[in-house]
């Protein structure tokens, strides 16, 4: 699957700035670019694409199902594209998420991933996995790379009381890699 080219001036923006989220969480996806018109497109797990259904200017609101979960990225009616970002839906309300950003992080920048639940945004005791290797039981909840390398990229995941969040991918951009 080709996702939309990047090299342009448009960019999404994700409130909150997380990849997974809870059934029913609002989420608001904003476009920001010189343009006047926009639409947030959708590639879900399906293989469907569609475009958002509650656009107002250029946010698009989503109370979020299951059925949120994909790729989504902004589109300008004169044809440009932001790059695209993945979006899950936690659809077991008593398990974990991952708080990880959306974007990709660069080489050298620090970064903090923690484990959420609904009801409860910091949690201790928890343990992450970075491509299914367990490699930090932190007793703050809190996993943080001070200076992000190549190395760091991959699936990660957490575990609290036993139930694990889905995995989500952090991608790692070189300080010179301005347009991924």
């Not at 997380?18 to 996806?29: A, K, M, N, P």
Request: charged share 20%; net charge negative.
């Amino acid at each position: 699957m080709l996702f939309p080219d990047v090299h342009s001036a448009a960019s999404l923006t994700v409130s909150p700035d997380r990849v997974q989220h809870f059934t029913s969480d609002s989420v608001s996806l904003t476009c920001e670019g010189n343009f006047t018109e926009w639409r947030v497109r959708k590639f879900s797990e399906d293989g469907r694409l569609s475009d958002c259904r509650r656009m107002t200017g250029s946010t698009c609101n989503i109370n979020t199902s299951k059925s949120d979960t994909g790729v989504y990225w902004c589109e300008s009616g004169s044809g440009e594209f932001s790059s695209a970002v993945n979006i899950t839906v936690q659809n077991d309300g008593n398990g974990p998420i991952l708080v990880s950003p959306v974007h990709p992080v660069t080489e050298g920048a620090s970064v903090s991933l923690s484990c959420s639940l609904r009801r409860q945004n910091i949690l201790s005791n928890v343990f992450f996995y970075h491509n299914d290797k367990l490699i930090q039981n932190d007793p703050r909840g809190e996993l943080n790379i001070s200076a992000v390398s190549k190395s760091d990229e991959g699936f990660y995941k957490c575990q609290y009381s036993g139930r694990e969040s889905a995995q989500s991918w952090m991608s790692v951009k070189g300080e010179q890699d301005q347009n991924i």
